[in-house]
């Protein structure tokens, strides 16, 4: 069977676009000589959809579009197997399913819901749809086929030590004779991601002895960034066919032959991780309806980085850098940002925020008297550059990309309304050590653009005289082992101490300011996701709250 691994990028909510996508990409298929083409999960209305699974008329677009499908595509000998939203007859519980379809002919012949509803970390499909009391077998091109979607085939109980759900919708339906496993799938990046799956799948394989066709989505949807990375796998486990990783792809693969094309992927995660930032960057900006943005450019590692992503993203010629010096700006600061802007070819505009910061001082000077300097005058500085970035923002248009990164959004490092101003947190996964690697493969990529002497300069907010981030946090590979330890694996303080042999005081301390400062965090622009536990839609914790380690 020559099968076409479909691997697209759709727009949430743009069904009609999608389909359009999906039939050129059936098209495209059948004169390559496919056989059957095999789209992601929810392809017809884009992954996640969220509450619009609640408004009626999306799910009567998602139902009517995929008919749609079924004529454009009734003059290909080619059968098509994709995922839409569905409505079903039911007196209590849900009344949608996440479904899969295969279309045949211009007909719908099967269609198959999801079983298991992942109900965690980014996930909420508990909260839409009814999950399939029993999945059946298809029939295609003349075998039996378990086809599934996404987290059904994630239950086996000879890889997980320890399973999610009691049932296992794969082993079912080898157990009804199936001949291969077809899965469609809309799983989301993080570092490693990539590896796991390949592992998950090798196992079914060889458990079964039978082919296995993974399809996956790609492209970024708000705070989601989706790798594709679809394969086919032969009976013994091996890899006989793949697509890119983070762009739009269709091979094909013979299962028969246990043959198929491959494309080469990014071999080192720090070149993956990079790319998924560039992904979900370029698909915020244009799916919002966006073309150019702004960058606050400080000289510092972060806005660097930044802004050679959004150059990756969106080309030079939509990206402007804003230098705005301060009272306790250093000239190196000022000549590393002209010098990085030139070397990425984008436009660079100074906007000193000295004489307005000192205006505001001796407005505000009445109402401070008796009372000594301290954050205040700080964050001053730092929200009339906010202010400098959102009235530029909002003459020219373009969207403002916020620089910070994991470890400062951690510990509450910003400032509210200053820094954290913006519509997307590029960076706000990545914590400061992977940030200068990562800011590495930016320079591999942009003719080293990024001076030597951002990254062996010692950070700072230069918003006070000879300020150091270390002034006021520990050293950073010290700092991210700790916050790695207790955001992404939820360890006690006490744990941590003892793991990373560090003072426990030290680690009470770091705690306690993750805890104190998640009413910053519920305030900032959505980030990207990159690690196994982001801030934001995947990780929800009460800001009033008096639980304390």
Known sequence: MRIALAQINPTVGDVKGNVDMMTRAARDAAARGAEVVVFPELSVTGY????????????????????????ETKDLDLSVVCGYVARIQTE??????????????????????KMLLPNYDVFDEARYFRPAERELLCTLRGQKVALTICEDAWNDRQYWKRRMYHRDPVEELFEQGAQMLICINASPYNMGKRAIRRNIYRAAARRYGKPVVYVNQVGGNDQLVFDGSSFAMNAQGDVIAAASSFEEDLVLSDLAGSTGERKENFADECEAAYEALVLGT?????????????IGLSGGIDSALTAAIAVDAVGKENVTGVGMPGPYSSEHSVTDA?????????RFEMVSIKGVYEHFVKELSPLFVGMKEDVTEENLQSRLRGVTLMALSN???????????????AVGYCTLYGDMCGGLAVISDVPKTLVYKLSRVANARNNNAIPENVF??????????????????????????????????????RDIATMLNVSHSLVEDIVQKVDRNEYKRQQAAPGLRLTSKAF??????????????
């Open 282 to 294: 370029r698909d915020y900006i244009r799916k919002c309806g966006f073309r150019k943005v702004l």
């Open 536 to 549: 934001g839609v995947g990780r929800r914790m009460p800001i009033a709250q008096r639980f304390s380690e």
């Open 395 to 409: 003459k020219t248009g373009a969207l403002v990309l916020t620089t910070g990164n994991k470890s400062e959004l």
């Open 456 to 493: 062996i300069k010692p950070p700072s907010a230069e918003l006070r005289p000879d300020q150091k981030d270390t002034d006021s946090l520990p050293p950073y590979e010290t700092l991210d082992a700790i916050l790695e330890a207790y955001v992404e694996q939820y360890k006690s303080p």
């Open 338 to 346: 002209r010098e990085m802007a030139e070397k990425l070819g984008v």
């Open 48 to 71: 996640p959809p969220r509450d619009l699974v609640e408004k009626p008329s999306f799910v009567e677009a998602s139902e009517r579009e995929l008919e749609r499908l079924a004529r």
């Open 92 to 113: 209590t519980g849900k009344g949608m399913v996440n479904n899969a379809a295969l279309i045949e002919r211009g007909e719908i012949v099967f269609r198959q819901s």
